[in-house]
């Protein structure tokens, strides 16, 4: 079997002493896949996405392991790699998308001048060559009238349209691992579709290995290949998307996917669970 491209073995994270946000975390990321790490708000989901990209305060107390195996097949333990180190992957090797675009972009710069800021950093190109490759990363992202977009600032934009600056952005160094944490969590259900739909584009045209934050078990049926289920910052199931669905272990795992439509429940929604869960006497 492939060997795993990031590891994270019993992963903890407290801040200033208190109760643990994430508790013995272990999971594997396999090259190519997307890995759905899911569950209700304040199951330590997002947590561990920052303390993966080293973006966490000082506050917090990280314990365990995340191993990076890069394109030369080293291994890079991220936990308490230095700041000048991660630097030089963040962006570059491991891109991370954010929940709230308008929150993440900066606001006195335009769209493709922060594009293209990642690429003079992680690959030294010139202004110029910058530029003309924002304009290809914001049209690959499907933004019309790319050229004319990069010039705008980010409040000219609609939510959408940051989402995808944003992926631009993630992409633009063409990264080996891809983390989008709730990347459609703001945006109407039209949007979202597209917006889920460009990403597993990119990760097939890019063969980028994708962790995909949500809450959402729809989003996890149509995106992910495996899953990760979070409840109180630990990990309480993981397996298949295919096992997972149709036999879910745990009352936690159930009740997240009796939240999600079915067929017919709800006008717009055409994605329904793409796996049999079994009758109401069944669950």
Not at 41 to 62: E, H, N, W, Y
Not at 216 to 237: F, I, K, P, T
Not at 238 to 245: K, Q
């Amino acid at each position: 079997m492939t060997a795993p491209i990031l590891t994270v073995e019993s992963l903890g994270v407290t801040f200033g002493g208190g109760t643990p946000a994430v508790r013995d975390l272990s999971f594997d990321l396999y090259p190519g896949e997307t890995l759905a790490v899911v569950g209700e708000s304040g199951s330590g989901k997002s947590v561990t996405s920052l303390a993966v990209m080293g973006l966490l305060d000082d506050s917090a107390t990280v314990t365990g392991r995340a191993v990076y195996v890069d394109a030369a097949g080293s291994r890079v333990e991220l936990l308490g790699l230095g700041e000048r180190s991660l630097r030089r992957l963040r962006g570059n090797e491991i891109s991370m998308i954010f929940q709230e675009p308008m929150t993440a972009l900066n606001p006195v710069l335009t769209v493709g001048e922060q594009i293209a800021e990642a690429l003079r950093l992680h690959r030294g190109a010139s202004r110029r060559v910058a530029r003309t490759a924002a304009v290809e990363a914001m049209e690959q992202v499907r933004i019309p009238d790319p050229a004319r977009r990069s010039r705008q600032y980010p409040h000219e934009l609609s939510g959408g349209m940051r989402q995808r600056v944003m992926i631009a952005m993630a992409m633009v160094c063409r990264p080996r691992i891809l983390i989008a944490d709730e990347p459609t969590t703001a945006l109407d259900v039209t949007i979202q579709s597209q917006i889920l739909g460009l990403l597993a584009d990119l990760k097939d045209e890019t063969g980028t290995s994708v962790v995909l934050i949500t809450h959402d078990m729809g989003v996890v049926a149509e995106m992910a290949d495996r899953v990760v289920v979070m409840q109180q910052s630990r990990l309480v199931e993981r397996g298949t998307v295919s096992e997972v669905f149709r036999n879910p272990r745990e009352p936690y795992t159930r009740a997240l996917l009796d939240a999600v439509p079915r067929l017919g429940a709800m006008a717009g929604i055409d994605h329904p669970l793409p796996f049999p869960l079994g009758s109401e006497e069944e669950r």
